[in-house]
């Protein structure tokens, strides 16, 4: 039982020694605590006062309250300054504004010269951006302001609109003009909103006009790089040399016309492709505005359907519509009529566009027709008017399609009676 008891002893010593090593450790993180917190006081009040401040604008300098009873940065040298010149008012102490002179630390600068730009502002000129030029105020600003280009130079800029670069060479062993289309460079921007263009490229061989073609369209871009060859065969060499190259530049919209940003117009007189491809880089010219000298022109599309005996017309778009000499614009529609022989058997209207020199109609009209006859004996004629509530509707133009027409009205009518089921769609002047 002996040793029990002295175990117990033990035991109970330990708690005792506990609570006095956690009293000692207390008694002394209080003063390590008290300690800091003395030298931190001490440390404050030795510190210099805080700087002067100084109002730049009015020139006075503001001392704060808190350094009336103690040593203000240079009152030493402002007492010595006051000593050597007397008050003139009475012995009155004058207020010596010293901003030239000093610094927001009490230090003496050297002076500067100065910039006066009010009356009522006197600071030293310590930027090198300003430069003294009389009494006015140079700024950077001013100087790239004095360098703009002169309203001939700027209406040089707006007339540029872009440059297209091109390829021409001639395959003589299959006989092919071949043209690549490589890239065009500030191209001008179409849409107003993101200041960008969707811009593409139609191309045509003159003087014919057979060879049409087109690249596809690159999205928001002002520098499109097509790369896009085209090879036309049949072409013999001899007669490169009287071809054009007719590029057109337009900018894709799809909800209306596409823009035309510009043209380039090649001549091949005098081009040698004997040696290999030749490297073309042409400045992109604004479109040569196409005067009105007609009554317009109308873009219709035709097809005949043989297995239903049924001709289908549609009015898609004018252009070039004369204005009228009352009111100005014109608010046209399209009447078609529908002729077999001399007769007339049907006729249909469009809705009429209001104040619209280039109105698009999108209307579509179907007729029926002879199934024995075929289109030998029908025509369609196309109304042009100008509607006029207060008087009767005057006709700006009209359009005879049939088998007895010439030129390209007459083309466009053998072509879908060749080609029926296709939709065939032309542009044809209207006459008076």
């Given at each position: 039982m002996a040793p029990a008891t002295g175990d117990e002893a033990q035991l109970a010593e330990v708690p005792a020694a506990v609570g006095l090593v956690s009293v000692f450790g207390l008694v002394f993180t209080v003063s390590i605590f008290a300690w800091i917190c003395c030298q931190r006081k001490s440390t404050k009040s030795n510190k210099t006062p805080p700087y002067k401040f100084v109002h730049m604008l009015k020139?006075?300098?503001?001392?704060?309250?808190?350094?009336?009873?103690?040593?203000?940065f240079g009152a030493?040298?402002?007492?010595?300054?006051?000593?050597?010149?007397?008050?003139?008012?009475?012995?009155?102490?004058?207020?010596?504004?010293?901003?030239?002179?000093?610094?927001?630390?009490?230090n003496i600068t050297k002076s500067h010269p100065k910039v006066r730009?009010?009356?009522?502002?006197?600071?030293?000129?310590?930027h090198k951006g300003f430069s003294e030029v009389g009494k006015e105020l140079v700024t950077p600003e001013g100087l790239m302001a004095n360098t703009d280009t002169s309203p001939l130079e700027k209406a040089n800029q707006e007339n540029k609109l872009g440059m297209l670069v091109f390829s021409i060479e001639y395959n003589f062993e299959k006989k092919a003009f071949i043209v690549n289309i490589k890239e065009a460079h500030g191209l001008s921007a179409m849409d107003e909103q993101s200041m960008t263009s969707d811009p593409y490229v139609k191309m045509t061989i003159l003087p014919d006009k057979k060879h049409r073609?087109?690249?596809?369209?690159?999205?928001?871009?002002?520098?499109?790089?097509?790369?896009?060859?085209f090879s036309f065969y049949g072409i013999p060499y001899s007669q490169v040399q009287d071809l054009g190259l007719h590029f057109m530049i337009l900018s894709f919209d799809r909800f209306s016309r596409d823009d035309v940003i510009g043209e380039v117009l090649v001549h091949l007189a005098g081009v040698d492709l004997s040696k290999g491809a030749i490297v073309m880089n042409k400045e992109i010219i604004k479109r040569s505005a196409k005067k009105s000298t007609g009554r317009g022109e109308l873009l219709v599309s035709l097809c005949y359907q043989s297995?239903?005996?049924?001709?289908?017309?549609?009015?898609?778009?004018?252009?070039?519509?004369?204005?009228?000499?009352?009111?100005?614009?014109?608010?046209?529609?399209?009447?078609?009529?529908l002729y077999q022989g001399q007769k007339r058997v049907c006729k249909k209207?469009?809705?009429?566009?209001?104040?619209?020199?280039?109105?698009?109609?999108?209307?579509?009209?179907?007729?029926?027709?002879?199934?024995?006859?075929?289109?030998?004996?029908?025509?369609?004629?196309?109304?042009?008017?100008?509607?006029?509530?207060?008087?009767?509707?005057?006709?700006?133009?009209?359009?005879?399609?049939?088998?007895?027409?010439?030129?390209?009205?007459?083309?466009?009518?053998?072509?879908?009676?060749?080609?029926?089921?296709?939709?065939i769609a032309k542009w044809h002047t209207l006459s008076d």
């Open positions: 020139g006075v300098d503001i001392y704060p309250e808190s350094l009336s009873n103690k040593k203000k030493e040298e402002k007492q010595e300054l006051n000593s050597k010149s007397p008050s003139p008012a009475g012995g009155k102490p004058t207020l010596h504004l010293d901003l030239e002179k000093r610094d927001l630390n009490g730009s009010s009356p009522d502002l006197d600071f030293p000129l310590s073609v087109k690249t596809r369209v690159l999205r928001k871009t002002l520098d499109p790089c097509f790369d896009e060859t297995t239903t005996s049924t001709l289908t017309v549609v009015v898609l778009k004018a252009r070039h519509l004369p204005k009228t000499e009352s009111l100005g614009l014109s608010d046209p529609y399209v009447k078609v009529n209207k469009t809705h009429v566009k209001k104040c619209s020199p280039n109105p698009v109609f999108n209307e579509l009209f179907v007729f029926d027709v002879p199934a024995e006859g075929g289109l030998q004996d029908t025509s369609v004629e196309l109304l042009l008017l100008d509607s006029d509530r207060q008087s009767r509707n005057e006709v700006i133009g009209r359009l005879r399609l049939g088998a007895n027409a010439e030129g390209t009205i007459g083309e466009h009518w053998r072509e879908i009676c060749e080609h029926p089921r296709r939709q």
